[in-house]
């Protein structure tokens, strides 16, 4: 059976997560003592205990969902040996696409932290320099939730972010274009409009001051061709060339994330029948239930 590996993206991070994995699994622990030394700070300490706030910050959540999500492989390695061995192809939500390289091969662990570190960091100084947010739109297609940025947009910036799934999309723009689009999609008849908690418009071209710190930091990165597809949020295609993988991740900041066509493509045209939600949360898991109803796909929680 063709499996695949998902990894979760930023917003799927709770107090509490890692903690178990850590006090049970040496493997586990090993990679928040590294990660400790890398960061400069106890992660595992952050994870285990919180507070909320701050382990909700850009900077500080996107370690933190890379560490424990390659903590509950960890754990998934022991347990069923075998099915991480021959999982064909793997795909991560935004931040979980540096966890994916780094499971596939192409990063290693150290190299993915660094990268992740610096890129919440930068995308956190981003959001701080320019005021702006994300909205969730429920209940809505794509032509009609484009349409709706393409009304609300105005002289702000404002664009389709994430395609999470079909009725699931997410915009991201300056606020007062983000309230704007919140009153059109209610008066459209989507089913939910939720402005969400992140600290800015994550893929969008107010984030070109991040993508400029990131491509620095990749240029200084190795990455290896990696040894099993792993799909880019950028394109819903898997890249096995280092430099075409770089300039996609540093692209992936103001670009959408196409992850529904990237299920489209594990699912239909890789021919993926199997699978595994690794790290914390279920959202992946509920995304792919939206796209295929009967698709099996398990989660291994950190």
Known sequence: MK???LFPGQGAQTVGMGAELAATLPAAKALFDQAADILGYDLLDLCANGPAENLDATDHSQPALYVCSLAALEKLKGEQPELVANCAA???LSLGEYTALAFAGALDFESGLRLVQERGSAMQDASEAAPSGMVSILGLERPQVEELVDVCRQSDVLQVANLLCPGNIVASGDNAACERLVSAAEAAGA???IPLAVAGAFHTPLMAPARERLAAALANAE???PRIPVVSNVDARPHDNPEEIRGLLEAQLV?????ADSMQWLLEDFGVEQCYEI?????LRGLLKRINRKFPCESVPA
């Open 3 to 5: 499996t695949a590996f």
């Open 90 to 92: 793997a795909a991560g």
């Open 191 to 193: 089913m939910k409009v």
């Open 223 to 225: 990455i290896r061709p």
């Open 255 to 259: 670009n959408p994330v196409l992850w």
């Open 279 to 283: 790290g914390p949360g279920r959202v």
